[in-house]
């Protein structure tokens, strides 16, 4: 039978669609109902009715000529192109969210630009407060429909875009509702990853040139980036004449480079976008199933926007943390005051950046820390200066900020600039600016559009443009020469100023939360920390920070704990869940193990197997410290004696502690004993209790174990230290330094003292190396950059030759380059910017703990 689809377009002149056909809308009775509104009501009218009673709950005076005239021009701009029903569709999802609880963020992108967005509470920014721009969200010239055969068709490369942040552990069930709502018209949608000019250079240089690792990324680094995009082969031989020199003596590589560049590489799903169908998907374009059976569009997102809706919905675990800690704290988000200094006075000195949303990151931090933003508008200007392009302005921005003096650059666009400096640093700026000198707001967009995008046929019409209108309103010629620069020149920086808004109303929350009540933003944030690709380098970061605010984190205990992190007095306790090793499907058997009486390891052993604990599971917890209170210190012998213990029948555990009680022996003696003895101790039964080739039997699969503990049994506490790093993410029971500080003539230091030292001090310090690189400088010189971390923080470091010495290739040459997880000391002093260490001696230190068997079998070989 053929499709509704096929049936429309039966000829082949016509089989293209026209553009996007929204899905139906449907509005339920009590929907209707709720929102005061009759049922024979238009969607319009039940939009506008959304409208006037999102106002009363936000407290919004629609009398007011700015609201009314405004919600007044939106909502006619909207019914005009056809997009009430794409309004509704994201309200309908974004409501669902609101009604079950799920949380929203204020607003992404564009669309925090819009008064009906804001009233129907799709976002939580208020347009007109911070002077946002509907016409940047939906431009009126722009937007285009059809009229095909009784239907409205939008052209959907411009239809509106609503993006939506949504708590990241609750994005799933807002991709079921939508699913369900709209039953076999939905799914992910295909990305297509390209070959870029580096990765073409790289493999090509590998393979055709034969260059070893440090030669091609010394190639490859020579490869500029412009405004944080790779350039391309041809812009790279225009602009740096290094890979030029490279690409001249290697012209058969670069050929085989220019033909691969640009090929599409491999597939994968978009991370946040959905489409959404009018009707079933498969007949408006093929579909394709994920190794877990998503149904994916084997069209990429360019061509589904051509045919269908495209729903973004990125989990975002920022909110998940703001709203948790809300909730113990007994508050809503939208109660926080961004709009009062307090909430900004953290910013004035911050050293305790993690979990600040959009601050954290390194780059943006250090923007922060020049800054220092007092309120909201400042802190959006962090936002939008930590890009690159942008980066250049920090200084002037800086300076502003201090001073309130900057360069005007035309009295005319005073007002359009001072705010920020007298940087057009917002898209929103420009917009204004052309406004300034005689456009409306909607050709302003036009404007920056036909700019940003380098739309080169149509750029000489609009400068001519801008050229008239000066003309026409008595304004000199310079004043369109300066804004005709500015929209050139800002294309490669200026920022959407709503979204900047909204991630910095995200941001200020963050900071209100931590610095207000730090031990709930930290309970919040360790109990995401499982959500993150490394759960322990999170827990990492968290720990470095906790003694800045007076709390520790407490060791996992198998009663103390609860499974989750949990509050514990002043302090916050790790959760049992979130030891590495522990399963989701071991908490039911953990829940029995709490629960078991037992005082001393064997009963231990007993409890884990009768409750269903396998022994991988049994170490980790052992290893953790988390059976501290009852077995051993020496976690590493407890390991070994579990593991032989596992190897034991029943009837040979029995016997084991029965012998153990009555001779006050353990469980190694015994096993030893049972070989002296020739064999002949006799068990419970009065039968052997070993026998000679069952002994062999357990010694071959204990001896690898064995060999292990005397490897580990070298320094308990470094042991215990490495165990707890690597399934917990900190060291509880001691430090790095302490573990390995023996020289009083280069006593170990930490990051710490690294900050409080003077830049002439030569001081010792010990690492756990967390990234590792060679490379060579411009100049030729072989460098290791090294990033690396302690307890209580984090710092680059860099080893190099120089004109005094090659220091770097004599590491080289004894193969002495750390590796990622490796423990270095490093005796060297600040960098002249203060950042870094410059390396005078390193030493890769080759002490080695074992947690698992393939480990020990890998590195024996």
């Given at each position: 039978?053929?499709?509704?689809?096929?049936?429309?377009?039966?000829?082949?002149?016509?089989?293209?669609?026209?553009?996007?056909?929204?899905?139906?809308?449907?509005?339920?009775?009590?929907q209707y109902?709720?929102?005061n509104?009759?049922?024979?009501?238009?969607?319009?009218?039940?939009?506008?009715?959304l409208?006037?009673?999102?106002?009363?709950?936000?407290?919004?005076?629609?009398?007011?000529?700015?609201?009314?005239?405004?919600?007044?021009?939106?909502l006619?701009?909207?019914?005009?192109?056809?997009?009430?029903?794409y309004?509704?569709?994201?309200?309908?999802?974004?409501?669902?969210?609101?009604?079950?609880?799920?949380?929203t963020?204020?607003?992404r992108?564009?669309?925090?630009g819009?008064l009906?967005?804001?009233?129907?509470?799709?976002?939580?920014?208020?347009?007109?407060?911070?002077?946002?721009f509907?016409?940047?969200?939906?431009?009126?010239?722009?937007?285009?429909?059809?009229?095909h055969?009784?239907?409205?068709?939008?052209?959907?490369?411009?239809?509106?875009?609503?993006?939506?942040d949504?708590?990241?552990?609750?994005?799933?069930?807002?991709?079921?509702?939508?699913?369900?709502?709209?039953?076999?018209k939905?799914?992910?949608?295909?990305?297509?990853?390209?070959l870029?000019?580096?990765?073409?250079?790289?493999?090509?240089?590998?393979i055709?040139?034969?260059?070893n690792?440090t030669?091609?990324?010394f190639?490859?680094?020579?490869?500029?980036?412009?405004?944080g995009?790779v350039?391309?082969?041809?812009?790279?031989?225009?602009?740096?004449?290094?890979?030029?020199?490279?690409?001249?003596?290697?012209e058969?590589?670069?050929?085989?480079?220019?033909?691969?560049?640009?090929?599409?590489?491999?597939?994968?799903?978009?991370?946040?976008?959905?489409?959404?169908?009018?009707?079933?998907?498969?007949?408006?374009?093929?579909?394709?199933?994920?190794?877990?059976?998503?149904?994916?569009?084997?069209?990429?997102?360019?061509?589904?926007?051509?045919?269908?809706?495209?729903?973004?919905?990125?989990?975002?675990r920022?909110?998940?943390?703001?709203?948790?800690?809300?909730?113990?704290?007994?508050?809503?988000?939208?109660?926080?005051?961004?709009?009062?200094?307090?909430?900004?006075?953290?910013?004035?000195?911050?050293?305790?950046?993690?979990?600040?949303?959009?601050?954290?990151?390194?780059?943006?931090?250090?923007?922060?820390?020049?800054?220092?933003?007092?309120?909201?508008e400042?802190?959006?200007?962090?936002?939008?200066?930590?890009?690159?392009?942008a980066?250049?302005?920090?200084?002037s921005?800086?300076?502003?900020?201090q001073?309130?003096?900057?360069?005007?650059?035309?009295?005319?666009?005073?007002?359009?600039?001072?705010?920020?400096?007298g940087?057009?640093?917002?898209?929103?700026?420009?917009?204004?600016?052309a406004?300034r000198?005689?456009?409306?707001?909607?050709?302003a967009?036009?404007?920056r559009?036909?700019?940003?995008?380098?739309?080169v046929?149509?750029?000489?019409k609009?400068?001519?443009?801008?050229?008239?209108?000066?003309?026409?309103?008595?304004?000199?010629?310079e004043?369109?020469?300066?804004?005709?620069?500015?929209?050139?020149?800002?294309?490669?920086?200026?920022?959407?100023?709503?979204?900047?808004?909204?991630?910095?109303?995200?941001?200020?929350?963050?900071?209100?939360?931590?610095?207000?009540?730090?031990?709930?933003?930290?309970?919040?944030?360790?109990r995401?920390?499982?959500?993150?690709?490394?759960?322990?380098?999170?827990?990492?970061?968290?720990?470095?920070?906790?003694?800045?605010?007076?709390?520790?984190?407490?060791?996992?205990?198998?009663?103390k704990?609860?499974?989750d992190?949990?509050?514990?007095?002043?302090?916050?306790?790790?959760?049992?869940?979130?030891?590495?090793g522990?399963?989701?499907?071991?908490?039911?058997?953990?829940?029995l193990?709490?629960?078991?009486?037992?005082?001393?390891?064997?009963?231990?052993?007993?409890?884990?197997?009768?409750?269903g604990?396998?022994?991988?599971?049994l170490?980790?917890?052992?290893?953790?410290?988390?059976?501290?209170?009852?077995?051993?210190?020496?976690?590493?012998?407890?390991?070994?004696?579990?593991?032989l213990?596992?190897?034991?029948?029943?009837?040979?555990?029995?016997?084991?502690?029965?012998?153990?009680?009555?001779?006050?022996?353990d469980?190694?003696?015994?096993?030893?004993?049972?070989?002296?003895s020739?064999?002949?101790?006799?068990?419970?039964?009065?039968?052997?209790?070993?026998?000679?080739?069952?002994?062999?039997?357990?010694?071959?699969?204990?001896?690898?174990q064995?060999a292990?503990y005397?490897?580990n049994s070298k320094?308990?506490?470094?042991?215990?230290?490495?165990?707890?790093?690597?399934?917990l993410?900190?060291?509880?029971?001691?430090?790095?330094?302490?573990?390995?500080?023996?020289?009083k003539?280069?006593?170990?230091?930490?990051?710490?003292?690294?900050?409080?030292?003077s830049?002439?001090d030569?001081?010792?310090?010990?690492?756990?190396?967390?990234?590792?690189?060679?490379?060579?400088?411009?100049?030729?010189?072989?460098?290791?950059?090294?990033?690396?971390?302690?307890?209580?923080?984090?710092?680059?470091?860099?080893?190099?030759?120089?004109?005094?010495g090659?220091?770097?290739?004599?590491?080289?040459?004894?193969n002495?380059?750390?590796?990622?997880?490796?423990?270095?000391?490093?005796?060297?002093?600040?960098?002249?910017?203060?950042d870094?260490?410059?390396?005078?001696?390193?030493?890769?230190?080759?002490?080695?703990?074992?947690?698992k068997?393939?480990?020990?079998?890998?590195?024996?070989?």
């Amino acid at each position: 039978m053929q499709s509704k689809f096929f049936q429309d377009y039966s000829s082949y002149d016509d089989c293209i669609p026209p553009g996007v056909l929204l899905p139906q809308i449907n509005i339920s009775a009590a929907q209707y109902d709720f929102f005061n509104c009759d049922d024979t009501a238009t969607n319009f009218e039940f939009l506008e009715n959304l409208c006037k009673f999102g106002a009363k709950n936000k407290l919004v005076d629609l009398k007011k000529p700015e609201y009314k005239k405004r919600l007044s021009y939106e909502l006619r701009v909207l019914d005009k192109l056809g997009f009430i029903d794409y309004i509704l569709l994201n309200w309908d999802i974004l409501n669902f969210c609101h009604n079950t609880g799920i949380p929203t963020g204020p607003g992404r992108g564009s669309a925090a630009g819009s008064l009906v967005l804001f009233l129907i509470d799709v976002t939580k920014v208020d347009p007109i407060k911070y002077d946002l721009f509907f016409e940047r969200f939906v431009s009126e010239s722009r937007a285009k429909k059809t009229e095909h055969k009784g239907k409205t068709y939008l052209d959907g490369s411009l239809l509106a875009d609503i993006d939506n942040d949504i708590a990241y552990e609750h994005r799933d069930k807002v991709i079921k509702y939508i699913e369900d709502k709209y039953p076999n018209k939905t799914a992910k949608i295909l990305t297509l990853n390209t070959l870029s000019s580096k990765l073409c250079v790289r493999e090509c240089g590998k393979i055709v040139s034969l260059l070893n690792e440090t030669d091609v990324n010394f190639v490859t680094s020579h490869i500029p980036k412009n405004f944080g995009k790779v350039c391309s082969i041809n812009e790279s031989l225009e602009t740096s004449p290094k890979f030029k020199e490279w690409a001249d003596a290697n012209e058969k590589t670069l050929s085989i480079c220019k033909k691969l560049e640009g090929l599409n590489k491999n597939c994968g799903v978009h991370p946040s976008g959905i489409a959404i169908s009018c009707q079933d998907i498969s007949d408006i374009c093929p579909t394709q199933t994920t190794n877990e059976g998503s149904l994916v569009t084997a069209y990429d997102m360019n061509w589904v926007s051509e045919l269908m809706v495209k729903f973004d919905i990125l989990g975002l675990r920022t909110l998940s943390v703001i709203h948790n800690t809300c909730n113990l704290i007994g508050i809503k988000p939208e109660e926080i005051s961004i709009d009062e200094d307090e909430t900004f006075y953290p910013l004035a000195e911050l050293d305790s950046p993690h979990g600040l949303f959009q601050i954290e990151a390194h780059t943006n931090y250090s923007v922060c820390k020049k800054i220092k933003p007092r309120n909201i508008e400042e802190l959006s200007a962090v936002i939008a200066l930590a890009r690159p392009g942008a980066l250049d302005f920090v200084d002037s921005y800086s300076e502003y900020r201090q001073t309130s003096n900057f360069q005007l650059i035309h009295e005319v666009f005073e007002e359009e600039l001072s705010y920020t400096g007298g940087i057009p640093l917002y898209q929103e700026q420009l917009m204004k600016m052309a406004v300034r000198i005689g456009f409306t707001l909607d050709e302003a967009e036009q404007l920056r559009r036909i700019v940003g995008k380098k739309k080169v046929k149509e750029m000489p019409k609009w400068k001519k443009k801008i050229e008239k209108k000066c003309e026409s309103n008595n304004l000199d010629k310079e004043v369109g020469e300066i804004l005709w620069k500015v929209a050139e020149d800002s294309a490669n920086y200026s920022f959407n100023k709503s979204h900047s808004i909204s991630y910095s109303m995200l941001a200020a929350w963050t900071i209100y939360l931590k610095f207000k009540y730090p031990q709930e933003f930290f309970l919040s944030l360790l109990r995401m920390s499982n959500y993150e690709p490394n759960p322990q380098l999170e827990v990492s970061n968290i720990s470095k920070e906790l003694s800045n605010f007076d709390i520790k984190l407490l060791p996992p205990n198998l009663i103390k704990s609860d499974f989750d992190y949990s509050i514990d007095n002043k302090n916050i306790r790790y959760g049992l869940s979130s030891i590495k090793g522990i399963s989701e499907k071991t908490i039911e058997p953990l829940k029995l193990f709490r629960g078991q009486e037992a005082v001393s390891s064997f009963e231990i052993f007993l409890s884990a197997k009768h409750c269903g604990i396998n022994i991988g599971t049994l170490s980790s917890l052992i290893q953790a410290g988390a059976l501290s209170d009852t077995v051993d210190e020496d976690r590493a012998k407890c390991v070994l004696e579990a593991q032989l213990f596992n190897l034991l029948t029943d009837r040979e555990k029995r016997n084991f502690i029965s012998i153990s009680q009555l001779q006050n022996k353990d469980l190694f003696q015994i096993f030893n004993e049972i070989k002296v003895s020739n064999f002949d101790m006799k068990g419970d039964d009065n039968r052997s209790l070993v026998k000679e080739s069952r002994y062999q039997t357990i010694k071959k699969k204990y001896e690898p174990q064995k060999a292990i503990y005397y490897k580990n049994s070298k320094s308990q506490k470094f042991a215990n230290w490495y165990f707890e790093k690597n399934l917990l993410g900190f060291s509880y029971s001691t430090r790095l330094k302490n573990v390995f500080n023996s020289s009083k003539q280069y006593p170990l230091h930490d990051s710490r003292d690294f900050r409080n030292c003077s830049s002439r001090d030569s001081l010792k310090y010990i690492f756990t190396v967390t990234f590792s690189k060679k490379e060579k400088s411009r100049n030729g010189n072989l460098y290791i950059k090294l990033e690396l971390e302690d307890e209580v923080g984090s710092l680059s470091a860099i080893l190099c030759d120089t004109s005094r010495g090659k220091k770097c290739t004599e590491y080289l040459k004894k193969n002495e380059v750390p590796k990622e997880g490796s423990i270095v000391t490093v005796l060297g002093q600040k960098t002249r910017d203060g950042d870094a260490i410059f390396i005078d001696r390193m030493k890769v230190l080759d002490e080695m703990i074992y947690m698992k068997l393939s480990e020990y079998k890998q590195d024996s070989v």
